[in-house]
């Protein structure tokens, strides 16, 4: 393979984070006997909820989503619609944003990618139009829905008006047409049996914000010819530095411990600034991981807690007209990753100049941050980010002592929303 370029993080030390900091801090919490854990835990494949660490190497497991994205490449459909939300759907509609570019329905690459993820009615009408006319056409639809549960409202709903759509134009073979991913044995598990439709699981234990590495991601973007090997070879690869002791080495680790200082110190905002408009996907994939997994009310010894790092996402060069100015504006309590792309930078002077402006501004003020820079914009570059993202996220989970994988809380409006809808 010729992709060997990595991910490059650097965070320049200060007051906060110092040296000593940072050893004080691996002494203590005991990360290297975490990061230990992490690794045996990861031979244990899907046993523990590290699961999804098992995924990037689990060949069994693409050869079979492959097989079924390749049977349904045989009906040359010229649409795919992902029906999913938050981990269901985040992960793929990022990797493709940044992959096929923000101009991917403009251009005549088929089959295109769409995601149904709302309730809007503007929306939702919009797209079901879309779906209408390639039908109505004599076209094949894909209609992948994705759906650890089982019993997301949003997905349920948006599914059953596809699959009438679906129905009325292809009473004979709708079936042939809809792809469910789901646990096993969930309720929409059990439909799919029950109507014949294809159905790729998710291992049991990889929790949705994690499952992108699952047929929950691999499968869409099989669909739309992602590399997907280069992909997962990213992820495996960078693996063996989020995975390793050597805390040089680890990226994921370095930038766990960078954030969990500054929150020590009263920062309450980890923004990132992505310097490629293409990335914003990636940024609010992200948002989603650190929000849900690390903002908690109670630690993993039952004590209130509340953690309230506020992950944020920031595009440039458009957000410096936007928000710079409150992000100079003096106060401390904003740490920011700048996430670069090697290649986009070397393509343009002013893209050079605007990131590393930005960031002698940042060094002026007095705010903290730290760079990640992507070697390029491709499968292997984006598999790394987000895999070395993810491993961050269980290390944070460590650092503040919160389980990383559950989100209780979300439950609070589902209950509310549940109630309104059956009155
Ligand atoms: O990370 C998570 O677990 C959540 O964001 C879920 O992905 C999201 O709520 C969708 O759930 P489901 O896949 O069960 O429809």
Redesign the pocket.
């Known amino acids: 393979m010729k992709h060997k370029k990595f991910l490059h993080y650097t965070h320049t030390l200060n007051n906060v984070v110092t040296n000593q900091a940072i050893a004080d801090l691996v002494q203590s919490s005991g990360l290297l006997e975490h990061i230990k854990e992490l690794l045996t835990v990861r031979s244990q494949q899907y046993e523990t909820p590290y699961a999804s660490l098992a995924l990037p190497d689990d060949r069994a497991l693409f050869l079979q989503v492959e097989t079924l994205a390749q049977e349904k490449k045989l009906l040359k459909p010229t649409l795919v619609l992902v029906i999913?939300?938050?981990?269901?759907s985040l992960g793929a509609k990022a990797i493709y944003q940044a992959l096929v570019g923000s101009f991917a329905h403009f251009n005549c690459q088929q089959p295109q990618l769409y995601f149904l993820e709302t309730v809007d009615q503007n929306y939702t009408a919009a797209l079901q139009k879309v779906v209408e006319t390639a039908l109505a056409q004599g076209e094949n639809v894909i209609v992948n829905v994705?759906?650890?549960?089982?019993?997301?409202t949003e997905?349920l709903v948006n599914f059953e008006t596809i699959l009438t759509v679906l129905k009325k134009y292809r009473p004979a073979d709708y079936y042939e047409l809809v792809v469910v991913i789901?646990d096993n044995n969930s309720s929409l598990h059990k439909q799919a049996k029950q109507e014949n439709f294809s159905f790729l699981s998710i291992p049991k234990q990889v929790?949705?914000?994690?499952?992108v590495f699952s047929a929950v991601g691999l499968f869409p973007l099989m669909m739309v010819d992602i590399d997907c090997n280069a992909l997962l070879a990213g992820a495996s690869d960078i693996l063996k530095n989020s995975l390793s002791t050597d805390l040089k080495v680890n990226q994921s680790a370095q930038s766990a411990l960078m954030l969990y200082l500054y929150y020590q110190q009263g920062y309450r905002v980890h923004d990132s600034f992505f310097f490629a408009v293409d990335l914003e996907g990636l940024g609010k994939w992200y948002r989603?991981l650190m929000a849900?997994s690390i903002g908690k009310e109670y630690d993993v010894n039952g004590k209130r807690v509340c953690r309230d790092m506020l992950p944020t996402v920031s595009v440039g060069t458009g957000d410096l007209h936007s928000v710079a100015q409150l992000y100079l504006n003096g106060q401390k309590n904003i740490v920011t990753t700048f996430v670069s792309v090697e290649d986009i930078q070397k393509k343009s002077e002013y893209m050079h100049a605007f990131i590393e402006g930005t960031k002698l501004a940042y060094q002026k003020n007095g705010i903290p941050f730290s760079s990640l820079i992507v070697p390029s914009l491709d499968a292997y570059g984006i598999g790394q980010f987000m895999q070395c993202k993810m491993v961050e996220i269980i290390i944070l989970g460590f650092l503040f002592q919160v389980n990383p994988f559950d989100?209780p809380n979300?439950e609070l409006y589902k209950k509310e929303v549940k109630c309104l809808l059956i009155k």
């Open positions: 999913g939300i938050g981990g269901s994705i759906t650890k549960s089982g019993t997301t997905t789901s929790g949705g914000r994690y499952s989603q849900e989100q979300v």
